[in-house]
């Protein structure tokens, strides 16, 4: 492996071509030596720990000035890797912050890889590894809600909850060491299962409250993909704008280079939706829209949820029929469009046609009932789930998610085998994996290629 775990690491942790002030970050033993190479102003060897300083950075090389920065110095462990960090606090413009950054990768940095800083925070003690995947989580946190969740796992909610099952299975697992010694007295034997299986389906139950979470967890963390389908001409490409215009924060992600894989997200009414196909319900001048059932089949199979739209304004054509038939089979929500206009299809009708699935009445053009759209999705989703459960642990990531299975199995094979009749010491070692299962989340257990796979999806400078 090229890069130590020791030497000095340098990138900009502020989002690129963003606000005024760009920050390079250098963390390690050697940030200040780095920075003074290429600092003009105090002697930062000098000043207190956790002060800022005014003064340029200078092309050693040429003496030329390339910025004036305000530089911070905060000597370990307080910091955010728990070593010495020296950020550089640039006002002029992009240009100025790479040259910047370039000076303190020639004068004795390396470039930071994606998530190095948080890897480091975590391998020096600074954060466990479910806390250092919430600040993942909180760089990509798309509405409030997810904010918050991550915001509670970062201050340690899943971590001290997934410690304290970790020590009630050490006890009793240090327990049954304890009995195994007097295998003679039968009594023993069957006091230890006891408190084996009492344990198992203890943990088992509240590992079990936890996945139930998981739902919305997911939802907020991913956003709910969503598939606007309807006929031509109901209002979709009227939905779309509606609802990208209503969200003043859309995140918008170009994942590839083509049209057809930029994910849009909105935020309606705190449930993020990630808008799947939109590049097809897009207008563009030079194509006539077509939208056939064909097409929308496979929007409609990956979606979580649909929003059907019904122009209400007209009877209802053999097209309805067809997508209200194809989206049976979903979570579905359908608009009655164009209630501005003399209605033409007949809600009670409609109604029973979607098997009594909620029917929002909307005009979109006069913006009407758009509130009534948020407040029927935030309710679909989140009303039996996140509202009541307000302050409770949630699970948002896969990994985790993953992993809470595989301890309930463990669990599972521990209360099989008791009621299988198996000795203890057999019983001992599900107990065992479940315990090790558990460590993997707060990484108190855990291997390299798992670490690097982690980290390495975080931004650049994080
Ligand atoms: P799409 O083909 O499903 O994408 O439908 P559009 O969004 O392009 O809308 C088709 C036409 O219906 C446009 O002229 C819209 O202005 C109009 N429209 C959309 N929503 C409403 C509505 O609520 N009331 C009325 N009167 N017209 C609407
Ligand atoms: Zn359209």
């Known amino acids: ?46 000043v207190k720990s956790h002060t800022i300083n005014y003064g340029h950075i200078i092309d050693p090389a040429s003496g030329e000035t390339v910025d004036e920065v305000m530089v911070s110095v905060m000597l370990a462990p307080k910091t955010y890797t728990k070593e010495d960090v020296v950020e550089i606090n640039c006002h002029g413009g992009l240009l100025a912050t790479n040259r910047a950054l370039q000076l303190t990768l020639t004068n004795g940095a390396r470039l930071a890889e994606p998530g ?60 049954v060491e304890v009995n195994i010694d007097y295998p003679e007295y039968d ?17 088992r139950q509240r590992l079990e409250t936890l996945l139930q979470t998981a739902k919305e967890g997911k939802v907020l963390r991913d956003g709910l993909a969503t598939a606007i389908i309807g006929r031509p001409n109901v209002g979709k490409s009227s939905l779309l ?19 057809d894989v930029i994910e849009e997200y909105v935020n309606v009414a705190g449930v993020p939706l990630k808008l799947i196909d939109t590049a097809g319900i897009r207008h563009t001048d030079d194509t006539v829209e077509k939208i056939g059932v064909e097409r929308s089949k496979q929007a409609i199979e990956t979606a979580d949820l649909i929003l059907l739209l019904i122009d209400s304004s007209r009877p209802l054509t053999e097209e309805d029929r067809a997508l209200i038939e194809a989206t049976a089979q979903k979570p579905r929500m359908v608009i009655f469009n164009k209630t501005d206009l003399p209605a033409q299809v007949d809600l009670a009708e409609l109604t029973e046609l979607v098997n009594g699935d909620p029917v929002i009445q909307t005009s979109i053009l006069e913006h009407a009932g758009m509130q ?6 935030a309710h679909r989703f989140f009303n039996e789930g996140i509202e009541s459960n307000r302050g409770a642990v949630m699970v948002t990531n896969a990994r985790h998610i993953g992993l809470l299975h595989q301890a309930v199995d463990s669990l599972n094979a521990v209360l099989e085998g008791i009621e299988a009749g198996m ?6 070692i599900d ?32």
């Open 372 to 377: 009534e759209l948020g407040q029927a999705i």
């Open 116 to 175: 190095e800083y948080t890897k480091r925070a975590f391998l020096n003690g600074r954060l466990d590894l479910s806390q250092a995947e919430a600040v993942m989580d909180l760089i990509r946190a798309k509405t409030d809600k997810s904010m918050k969740v991550a915001l509670n796992q970062l201050d340690g909610d899943l971590s001290r909850l997934i410690k304290a099952l970790r020590q009630d299975i050490l006890d009793v697992l240090a327990q």
């Open 241 to 259: 704008n509606a609802l990208l215009h209503e969200d003043k924060a859309i995140v918008t992600e170009v994942a590839g280079t083509t049209r």
């Open 1 to 46: 492996m090229a890069n130590s775990e020791q030497d000095t690491i340098a990138a900009i942790s502020t989002p690129v071509g963003e606000g005024g002030i760009s920050i390079i970050r250098v963390s390690g033993d050697q940030a200040l030596d780095v920075v003074s190479r290429i600092f003009k102003g105090k002697d930062l060897h000098q």
């Open 187 to 203: 009594a023993v034997e069957e006091m230890t299962t006891k408190m084996l299986k009492e344990k198992a389906s203890e943990v």
């Open 431 to 462: 107990m065992t994996d479940a315990w090790n299962t558990l460590g993997e989340i707060t990484g108190q257990t855990y291997q390299d290629e798992l670490l690097d796979q982690l980290f390495s999806q975080f931004c650049l400078g994080k």
């Open 423 to 428: 000795p203890v010491d057999l019983v001992q």
